[in-house]
């Protein structure tokens, strides 16, 4: 028998998990309204548990656990998944690595065992990690020419300093070029634990076959210890860099918010009411009345241990200094009264977000993974629904005075001008460094 026992909830309506005695915790969810499986695993181990000298590891990890296990080679692996006509893909965020796999529900168990191969097993060969280091290394070369992921990683470096969330998923060419076999190994080894570690299957499946596979395949994981970091102070600040050939200049500002585990939906609702569709405040003044952006967007990005709330805008360099004083004000304006119907849009339009995530079975089984790492449960689907419908004016309104209270971080790139550092200083009450 699989040692497997039921996990104990805070709230009864948590969505069921099973945790094995090692700690590795599983979800099974039955979806007969979905013609095809999703399979992931979920390692609580991304850019935010590395040392600085480390930075990007878990990036080059991910990458190279499809290029061997001990009984299959890279094309082994592909070819494997592609028989079946499965996908099987992964990805690094700050918090967590995931992989998964997408085929039939007929070949749910076969692709648990694929992808446990891979995550358990892999051997991540001397030869294929030198074959690797270019495609990495390219990647970081693209990101570093879009003035875009520019602002975004300067951004996070002025949100947290030298933190390891202020620092880049992807590494840096210096890392990337440097990491060895046995550094990934070594890392693999102490991050890689059954406390660390979710595995879910969501489609029309066998419950009890998938939690029996699973099991299988990650019963003699070590436990380990749980990944965790010291919530990062936010610091705020500004950073501008320019990018030689851009036309346009690329902002993004922003705050710092609850994290996940406050188990508080007020950002993500406040993310809409400001920026969520063409009739929000951000598109529709800034954008549609006057004219001062070809793109604006806003969100509220909640993890394990921090959370930001960014807006991000695209413009000539001309209208910079409008674009600040117009977004100034805005902010304010919100942190002094909230519309009732404006909120009430905001609330809808998360809702039907929400719903539209019971059509995306990767990012269903992925929010309830997140929510074990971070929570200790899954919440279930009428919770969230439940606590995006009751945040009321007031608790967003506060929210905004608490951000304006602890002072943005602003990165600003592409066409920059010299005086677009000190408009932004100056406008946004920005410490300049």
């Not at 406390?195 to 099991?215: T, Y």
């Not at 117009?326 to 404006?342: G, M, Q, S, V």
Request: glycine share 6%; proline share 5%.
């Amino acid at each position: 028998m699989h040692p497997i026992r039921t996990a104990r909830h805070a709230r009864n309506d948590a969505l069921p998990h099973v945790t094995l005695a090692n700690g590795v915790r599983l979800l099974a969810i039955r979806a007969p309204g979905l013609h095809t499986a999703s399979v992931s695993v979920f390692v609580r181990s991304g850019s935010a548990h590395e040392p600085a000298r480390d930075n990007g590891i878990s990036h080059v990890i991910e990458h190279m656990a499809f290029k061997g296990t001990p009984t299959r080679d890279a094309r082994r692996i592909n070819l494997d998944a592609e028989r079946l006509g499965a996908d099987v893909n992964a990805h690094t965020d700050k918090d967590h690595t995931a992989y998964y796999m997408y085929g039939m529900p007929r070949d749910t168990v076969a692709m648990i065992g694929m992808l446990g191969d891979i995550v358990r097993h892999a051997t991540y060969p001397e030869a294929e990690l030198e074959r690797e280091r270019t495609v990495l290394l390219a990647e970081l070369a693209d990101e570093q020419d879009d003035p875009v992921s520019i602002a975004y990683r300067l951004f996070d470096e002025a949100s947290f300093g030298a933190h390891p969330v202020g620092r880049p998923v992807i590494g840096t060419s210096r890392t990337i070029s440097r990491f060895t076999r046995d550094d990934l190994v070594r890392h693999v080894t102490r991050q890689y634990s059954g406390a660390n570690v979710v595995a879910g299957v969501i489609g029309d499946i066998e419950p009890d076959a998938a939690l029996a596979a699973m099991a299988s395949a990650f019963e003699s994981m070590p436990r380990g210890e749980e990944n965790t970091i010291d919530p990062p102070a936010f610091t705020g600040g500004l950073r501008v860099r320019r990018v030689t050939g851009s036309s346009q200049t690329h902002l993004v500002a922003g705050f710092p918010i609850p994290s996940m585990r406050a188990d508080d939906p007020t950002a993500r609702v406040a993310a809409a009411l400001l920026g969520e569709g063409m009739s929000s405040p951000l598109l529709h003044h800034l954008r549609e009345r006057l004219g001062l952006v070809y793109h604006a967007d806003c969100s509220a990005d909640v993890m394990d241990s921090w959370g930001q709330f960014m807006v991000e805008a695209s413009t000539s360099p001309a209208n910079v200094e409008a674009l600040l004083v117009e977004l100034a004000r805005i902010l304010n304006d919100h942190a002094a009264r909230i519309d009732p119907a404006e909120l009430r849009r905001a609330r809808n339009q998360v809702l039907v977000a929400r719903l539209r995530t019971l059509e995306r079975a990767g990012r269903r089984i992925e929010d309830a993974a997140l929510d074990l790492f971070a929570l200790g449960r899954a919440r279930s689907h009428d919770e969230w629904l439940e606590r995006i419908a009751s945040v009321t004016a007031l608790q967003v309104r506060r929210l905004f005075e608490r951000m304006l209270a602890a002072g943005p971080a602003v990165a600003i790139t592409g066409n920059v001008r010299p005086a677009m550092r000190e408009q932004a200083a100056r406008l946004l009450a920005v410490r300049n460094p």
